[in-house]
């Protein structure tokens, strides 16, 4: 196991990679989850979670910014903490997603990808998020919010500026 | 596999089940236009310009990830696909700048060509295009990003290719980039390949953009003057105020027995050829001490007389020669000649970079065991024992990855260090330095000769079970342990052999006799017979100093005069510059190395790029020279040893056998850039017909060399052609070794110092210090 002498990840992620790697036949098939893993718990790609990364599946760290970078999922900037991902795909659409984006936009007054200046919020307009029946639909972190309108968007925002809101990260 | 017939464009075609379209195509004569599709690499299937109409199929396929199967029919050219085709290169074009008056692949780009074939006249997009800066990755490599139409061809080379994966593919869809490994420099082996194979003008080569057009030069392949694998390099030469410039090199054209490979000595490395502190004319020390130019009447006058007065006063014991590793055959040849013949002595050597002798005498008299590089392209078994061929043999190392890749080939390898070919190999064996002795003891049956494990025991195991097996060894091996090494190959079923040396020709100068024991084909001096008859002069019997014994000599002052040619003895071997102070120094050479600074007369001399003749790679491989470049005032040294001769007061005619009967002059005295002397070149060559009209003509001593060498009786016409010629290795008929001093001194050559001349690039320096001085990393991608 090749655990690096010092790692920048919490003792449980570590433990975590050490087993990932050896769970497929080739380790570099355990890239993406491991780049998943480190966003979760650094926020973003850094320098050094490519760094270690790339130790850790023994590649280069070109190899693991090829496959960074092709996932929109994956970031290489800090982001807020919470992430409001609003989906415009075709039942949100329908359903006034655009409106609630447009809603999001001007209420924290940041555009897409753009992050609040006290580092709470982000904004992205995503594609379809799996929740067509509850549209339109947000997802904040891991978390669904759906059958929305603009007022109920407005109390979503307050519950996690006020620290209510539903915390996975 | 077995043959399947098919239909192209109403031609019935026969390939081997699973050969691919595209290939079965070209084969054919059909050309099917592709940017991403490259022979032997990957599939990638990304750019669709190869797209045809196959029957019962409801899309046009990609011609060059369909394998040929039984009865197809296919369409390459219709209305349809010229349409897709179109469509195709407007895309490509999308972002594509219209810069092809200063691209350096202006005149040979193919998506310029593919335009000019199927493109559309008008473009749909009207979309700003995106712009970027060119970035340098490297002092060789250029990236302009807005030309690049992402096929990944460089990718692939780098990576499965060149086993570096210096190159990657980053962010997706429309902002996908080429990038490089190191954010924005690259760290890599420096080859060039990417360069070579980019099919548009977005990678560039740092010694050759913006300097010229591919139609304004001419191009000439001939050998690398570098390492031991002696591949083509097609040299692109223009005319200039002194001669002709090379301003580039590369293999495109897929001549010779690299195929398109070229490491970044042949690509890159020829600059030496156009240094302005090359010499030009003839020097002579002056009673003050310091060198005065003189004419060349007065530069050889003086040599000679000086040579003549020590050998009529002290016989040719006193005279010592020193031969070169970057000298043609025929040079080496008749250096040796010179030294026996005029000088009259056998103190005559040269740096020794493997042991040859030993080998030759290991395999006498056995036929077809010593492999061509070829070989190691395709042998479903390699060996390697000792050596890098990473760093001293890139070709080798190209051609065991690509057979590893190819052919699955198993590749088994025994080193002191972690070579990086481990990562090809079936097998890695690490022992000590000085172990390699004794693992051949061990692979032989001796299971006392290392403490062998496990792992040792299943490298023999796997061995011994090849039903055909190339031994490819370093200088780790000398005298006995060839020995040893050949005997054991020689106990399995069916066994080939290459010894591995450095620089350009120190295989041609051990065959050519530029040793103190041994005549041309390894013949032992002392039983020089038919030499005798040829030469029509007694040739000296006992053997002579080697260089060594020579410096010695020179300390005692038993040695009055040394002609030291194309070599740095002083500067390799680490000679004191007070030894030679009491003996005459001749030296001829490209550059005032360490050892010319000491000289009495300096001849400036040609190099490989500017000569004809033939040149034998480490495998035995002999391959004709072709002259590429010209430099004025420097002369070749085969004209400067026969003008040395010839004011000594031999007779040239004895010397090189020339001019049997014809005086017009062909042409050839023109210079071989004149036209007319090529069509008579060609005229000559296809008649069968050789004429040699002038004492400096190569040719006339190959004659006379493959008269008196067996081994080197190869094809002259097939030479002429460019085809490589195996050297007869089992027709050298040299007697068992006795106790004789290997004295090899091999290169240890890195990747960028290359051969004799590496010091004197600046490209090589140039890289090197990027590789040590790693620029601040910055994101490459914007």
């Known amino acids: ?169 | 596999m077995a043959d399947v017939t098919f239909t192209v464009d109403g031609k019935k075609l026969t390939a081997p089940a699973g050969t691919l379209l595209i290939d079965a195509c070209r084969t054919s004569g059909i050309e099917i236009p592709a940017f991403c599709y490259y022979p032997k690499l990957s599939m990638q299937a990304a750019c669709r310009m190869c797209v045809v109409r196959i029957e019962k199929m409801p899309k046009l396929q990609t011609a060059c990830t369909t394998p040929v199967t039984e009865g197809m029919v296919v369409a390459t050219e219709t209305d349809e696909i010229k349409q897709a085709r179109k469509a195709t290169i407007e895309l490509l074009l999308g972002n594509h700048p219209l810069d092809c008056p200063v691209c350096d692949a202006g005149g040979e780009c193919e998506l310029q060509d593919m335009t000019f074939k199927y493109g559309a006249a008008e473009s749909k997009y009207v979309e700003i295009k995106q712009h970027r800066e060119e970035q340098q990755w490297s002092p060789v490599v250029y990236f302009d990003r807005p030309r690049c139409i992402l096929c990944y061809r460089c990718v692939t080379v780098c990576g499965p290719g060149m086993d570096v994966w210096a190159l990657g593919i980053q962010n997706r869809g429309v902002g996908a980039v080429i990038a490089p490994n190191g954010q924005d420099h690259l760290n890599c082996e420096e080859c060039g390949m990417c360069i070579d194979l980019c099919p548009v003008g977005a990678l560039t080569s740092g010694t050759y953009r913006y300097k010229t057009r591919p139609w304004e030069m001419n191009h000439i392949a001939t050998i690398c003057t570098h390492c031991g694998d002696g591949c083509k390099t097609t040299l692109g030469v223009r005319r200039v105020n002194d001669g002709m410039e090379i301003v580039r090199g590369d293999n495109r054209d897929k001549s010779g027995i690299n195929g398109d490979f070229l490491c970044n000595k042949g690509r890159y490395a020829f600059d030496f050829a156009n240094r302005t502190d090359r010499l030009t004319k003839p020097l002579v020390r002056q009673p003050d001490g310091n060198f005065a130019e003189v004419s060349w009447d007065h530069a050889l006058d003086f040599a000679a007389k000086k040579l003549r007065e020590i050998r009529e006063a002290k016989g040719g014991q006193a005279i010592g020669v020193i031969g070169s590793n970057r000298t043609t055959n025929e040079e080496s040849y008749l250096l040796q000649k010179f030294a026996r013949t005029i000088v009259g002595t056998n103190n005559i050597d040269h740096h020794r970079t493997a042991d040859y002798v030993s080998f030759a005498a290991a395999l006498a008299g056995k036929a077809g065991r010593t492999a061509s590089l070829r070989d190691t392209l395709t042998a479903p078994a390699i060996l390697l024992l000792g050596n890098d061929p990473t760093n001293q043999h890139p070709a080798l190392a190209w051609n065991l990855r690509s057979n590893v890749r190819l052919h699955r080939a198993r590749v088994y390898v025994a080193n002191h260090v972690e070579i990086k070919l481990r990562r090809q190999a079936k097998a890695f064996l690490q022992i000590p330095q000085d172990g390699y002795a004794s693992l051949v003891q061990y692979l032989a049956g001796n299971d006392s000769a290392i403490a062998a494990n496990d792992t040792t025991a299943a490298f023999r195991d796997a061995l011994r079970k090849e039903e055909s097996l190339l031994i490819v060894f370093g200088s780790e091996f000398r005298g006995r342990d060839i020995q040893a090494l050949v005997d054991f190959g020689l106990s399995l079923p069916n066994t080939k052999f290459a010894a591995l040396g450095d620089y350009a020709n120190s295989r041609g100068a051990a065959d050519m006799g530029v040793l103190p024991d041994m005549l041309p084909g390894y013949v032992p001096v002392s039983d020089a017979a038919h030499f005798t008859d040829e030469y029509g002069a007694p040739l000296p019997k006992t053997p002579g100093m080697d260089l060594l014994q020579m410096f010695d000599a020179a300390q005692r002052g038993d040695l009055a005069a040394m002609y030291i040619v194309g070599s740095n003895p002083v500067s390799r071997f680490g000679v004191d510059p007070a030894v030679l102070k009491n003996t005459f120094l001749i030296v001829q050479d490209m550059f005032l190395t360490e050892t010319a600074q000491l000289a009495d007369v300096i001849f400036p001399a040609a190099n490989l790029y500017e000569k004809a003749g033939t040149v034998t790679n480490t495998y035995g491989d002999i391959q004709l020279v072709k002259k590429a470049a010209d430099k004025a005032g420097v002369r070749t040294d085969f004209e400067l040893i026969v003008r040395l001769a010839d004011r000594m007061g031999a007779d040239p005619k004895k010397l090189v056998p020339f001019g049997r009967g014809v005086t017009a002059d062909m042409g050839q005295s023109r210079g071989p850039e004149s036209g007319e002397a090529d069509r008579h070149a060609v005229w000559l060559a296809a008649n069968r017909l050789e004429l040699k009209l002038s004492p400096f003509d190569p040719f006339a001593t190959l004659d006379e060399i493959q008269r008196l060498v067996p081994s080197y009786h190869v094809s002259r016409l097939e030479l002429l052609t460019g085809t490589e010629q195996p050297e007869k290795f089992d027709l050298v008929q040299i007697q068992p070794a006795g106790s004789r001093r290997d004295l090899v001194l091999p290169a240890e050559d890195t990747l960028f110092t290359s051969g004799t001349l590496g010091r004197f690039s600046d490209m090589m320096k140039a890289v090197v210090e990027s590789h040590t001085t790693p620029n601040p990393a910055q994101t490459a991608a914007d």
């Open chain 1, 1 to 169: 196991m090749s655990t690096p002498q010092t790692t920048i990840f919490s003792p449980a992620t570590a433990a975590r990679f050490d087993r990932l790697v050896a769970l497929y036949p080739v380790k570099r098939s355990a890239l993406v989850p491991m780049l998943l893993y480190a966003q979760d718990e650094v926020g973003y790609i850094s320098d050094a979670v490519v760094a270690e990364v790339a130790q850790r599946v023994g590649i280069t760290e070109l190899d693991v910014r090829n496959v960074l970078t092709y996932y929109s999922m994956l970031r290489t900037k800090p982001i807020g903490k919470y992430n409001v991902q609003v989906c415009t795909n075709i039942s949100c659409m329908l359903r006034d997603g655009y409106g609630i984006l447009e809603h999001c936009k001007k209420r924290l007054g940041i555009e897409h990808k753009g992050t609040t200046s006290d580092g709470l919020f982000s904004l992205e307009e995503v594609e379809c998020i799996g929740a067509c029946c509850w549209a339109p639909a947000i997802q904040i972190n891991y978390d669904f919010y759906d059958e929305l309108t603009p007022d109920k968007m407005d109390q979503i925002l307050e519950d996690y500026k006020a620290g209510r809101g539903k915390e996975t990260v």
